[in-house]
């Protein structure tokens, strides 16, 4: 009777240990799977050394176990393109057969700027032309996005609780024919549509990570933004020819005041851009826990501002002037990538994975962007108020409510922002009241006075 119990007793809990086994690996398995990561690159025309560049990537990546997305934001390739097209048909093909081999990735590919001819009239073409291209390498894993020349916004759910929007800036930016209603290869053809698509994407999502991915910047602390180094002053001539330090101080002076105020096809305050650039900056800042990827200036940014993020990584091998803004938590000249990390609590990170020049070696620095609303939180790392896993199922009327805080920092007319080329010529007038950042409540149509 004893040796019958005590065996009973043994299978029961062996039983109980192996239930734990399973149920232990079961959990963890599921938060490896929830966990995902968005690694960021942009301008990889300028890689020199394409060899030594995959070899960094690989390295990064072969410890990746948990599913990834890889955001080649922009400028694959330049006006070159044409004469180029087999050294950079097999460049490119390269790339993307080392990047597409890891089947827990995904690759989506937004072209650029200089995709799109350097702004030349054959930019559409052009940029057609190296669609046709990655997508007749046929990876099952790699994506164009958005397609035709097509302004999108083209989302992908990257998984469950995380949602990537794709936009292509260089429709508006681009000075010459891009596609419109009359084509009808676009299913949003227009600003107005454009606008509407994006903003119902952003309102039917509100329980989602979203990352908003475009080439051009919305905010930048290169030169493309305004931040001119010194230098340019005396030799504004090396914006043209690397090295030709002829000087010319008062013509650099105006150059930089120029491009800081009024700005070539690049400068994202151009005639072309900066309406639209407006227009997403509104959109977003209307939203808390939003990030916004580009990859034009060749920097490596970090900005909180109103509670989202604005990341721009476009260094791959050597990275130009970045300025250190109030609004920046990372802002180099480094070569590298950013990666995203976006755990299972909500939490959301950054690792910027420095290519080191003077030996192989990769260096990593990690940044907590957004803190989980499920833990309580001691610092001033904003919360992560667009995906909240642990918050309560809610009513349809109630998901309509967001939450937010309950003073806001807002500016009211950024537009009369000028630097003082332009106050020289326009004149002050009322330009710093209008700029000037001021508290405000919010007012929530559907909560406030009982919605």
């Given at each position: 009777?004893?040796?019958?119990?005590?065996?009973?007793?043994?299978?029961?809990?062996?039983?109980?240990?192996?239930?734990?086994?399973?149920?232990?690996?079961?959990?963890?398995?599921?938060?490896?799977?929830?966990?995902?990561?968005?690694?960021?690159?942009?301008?990889?025309?300028?890689?020199?050394?394409?060899?030594?560049?995959?070899?960094?990537?690989?390295?990064?990546?072969?410890?990746?176990?948990?599913?990834?997305?890889?955001?080649?934001?922009?400028?694959?390739?330049?006006?070159?393109?044409?004469?180029?097209?087999?050294?950079?048909?097999?460049?490119?093909?390269?790339?993307?057969?080392?990047?597409?081999?890891?089947?827990?990735?995904?690759?989506?590919?937004?072209?650029?700027?200089?995709?799109?001819?350097?702004?030349?009239?054959?930019?559409?073409?052009?940029?057609?032309?190296?669609?046709?291209?990655?997508?007749?390498?046929?990876?099952?894993?790699?994506?164009?996005?958005?397609?035709?020349?097509?302004?999108?916004?083209?989302?992908?759910?990257?998984?469950?609780?995380?949602?990537?929007?794709?936009?292509?800036?260089?429709?508006?930016?681009?000075?010459?024919?891009?596609?419109?209603?009359?084509?009808?290869?676009?299913?949003?053809?227009?600003?107005?549509?454009?606008?509407?698509?994006?903003?119902?994407?952003?309102?039917?999502?509100?329980?989602?990570?979203?990352?908003?991915?475009?080439?051009?910047?919305?905010?930048?602390?290169?030169?493309?933004?305004?931040?001119?180094?010194?230098?340019?002053?005396?030799?504004?001539?090396?914006?043209?020819?690397?090295?030709?330090?002829?000087?010319?101080?008062?013509?650099?002076?105006?150059?930089?005041?120029?491009?800081?105020?009024?700005g070539i096809s690049e400068d994202i305050i151009n005639d072309n851009y900066e309406e639209t650039r407006k227009m997403l900056e509104n959109i977003i800042a209307q939203y808390q826990s939003i990030i916004y990827v580009s990859g034009h200036d060749k920097t490596q940014q970090i900005a909180e501002m109103f509670g989202n993020y604005f990341i721009n990584s476009g260094a791959p091998e050597k990275g130009k002037f970045a300025t250190n803004l109030d609004e920046c938590i990372l802002s180099n000249d480094k070569p590298g990538i950013i990666e995203l990390v976006y755990q299972t609590d909500g939490k959301v990170s950054s690792v910027f994975h420095e290519f080191k020049k003077s030996s192989n070696n990769i260096v990593?620095?990690?940044?907590?962007?957004?803190?989980?609303?499920?833990?309580?939180?001691?610092?001033?790392?904003?919360?992560?108020?667009?995906?909240?896993?642990?918050?309560?199922?809610?009513?349809?009327?109630?998901?309509?409510?967001?939450?937010?805080?309950?003073?806001?920092?807002?500016?009211?007319?950024?537009?009369?922002?000028?630097?003082?080329?332009?106050?020289?010529?326009?004149?002050?007038?009322?330009?710093?009241?209008?700029?000037?950042?001021?508290?405000?409540?919010?007012?929530?149509?559907?909560?406030?006075?009982?919605?």
């Amino acid at each position: 009777m004893f040796s019958k119990y005590n065996l009973s007793t043994k299978l029961n809990n062996l039983f109980l240990l192996f239930f734990l086994i399973i149920l232990s690996t079961s959990l963890l398995a599921q938060e490896n799977l929830s966990a995902h990561s968005v690694f960021l690159v942009s301008n990889i025309v300028d890689v020199k050394n394409n060899d030594d560049f995959i070899s960094r990537l690989e390295e990064v990546l072969d410890s990746q176990t948990n599913p990834f997305t890889f955001i080649i934001n922009g400028d694959l390739v330049n006006s070159k393109f044409d004469k180029r097209f087999k050294q950079d048909s097999i460049r490119i093909l390269n790339l993307l057969t080392s990047l597409s081999k890891y089947k827990n990735g995904k690759i989506i590919i937004i072209p650029g700027e200089r995709d799109w001819d350097d702004s030349k009239k054959d930019g559409l073409k052009n940029v057609k032309k190296l669609e046709d291209l990655v997508k007749s390498f046929e990876f099952e894993n790699v994506k164009w996005a958005p397609k035709n020349g097509c302004p999108g916004p083209k989302e992908y759910d990257l998984q469950e609780n995380l949602m990537l929007i794709t936009i292509n800036t260089q429709w508006w930016n681009h000075p010459y024919k891009v596609p419109g209603p009359i084509d009808g290869n676009c299913k949003v053809p227009t600003t107005d549509d454009f606008k509407e698509e994006l903003e119902d994407l952003l309102n039917e999502n509100p329980d989602k990570n979203i990352i908003i991915a475009g080439h051009y910047p919305i905010f930048s602390n290169g030169e493309f933004g305004g931040h001119q180094p010194f230098y340019k002053h005396i030799f504004p001539l090396t914006d043209w020819v690397d090295g030709l330090y002829l000087p010319l101080p008062i013509l650099g002076s105006f150059y930089t005041s120029f491009r800081e105020n009024i700005g070539i096809s690049e400068d994202i305050i151009n005639d072309n851009y900066e309406e639209t650039r407006k227009m997403l900056e509104n959109i977003i800042a209307q939203y808390q826990s939003i990030i916004y990827v580009s990859g034009h200036d060749k920097t490596q940014q970090i900005a909180e501002m109103f509670g989202n993020y604005f990341i721009n990584s476009g260094a791959p091998e050597k990275g130009k002037f970045a300025t250190n803004l109030d609004e920046c938590i990372l802002s180099n000249d480094k070569p590298g990538i950013i990666e995203l990390v976006y755990q299972t609590d909500g939490k959301v990170s950054s690792v910027f994975h420095e290519f080191k020049k003077s030996s192989n070696n990769i260096v990593t620095s990690k940044l907590v962007l957004f803190e989980s609303s499920c833990k309580e939180n001691d610092n001033n790392t904003p919360i992560n108020y667009q995906y909240e896993p642990c918050k309560e199922l809610q009513s349809a009327t109630d998901k309509m409510s967001r939450k937010y805080p309950k003073v806001g920092k807002t500016i009211a007319g950024v537009e009369y922002e000028a630097g003082s080329f332009k106050r020289f010529f326009m004149g002050d007038h009322y330009r710093d009241t209008w700029i000037t950042e001021v508290e405000a409540p919010y007012l929530n149509l559907d909560t406030d006075k009982g919605g």
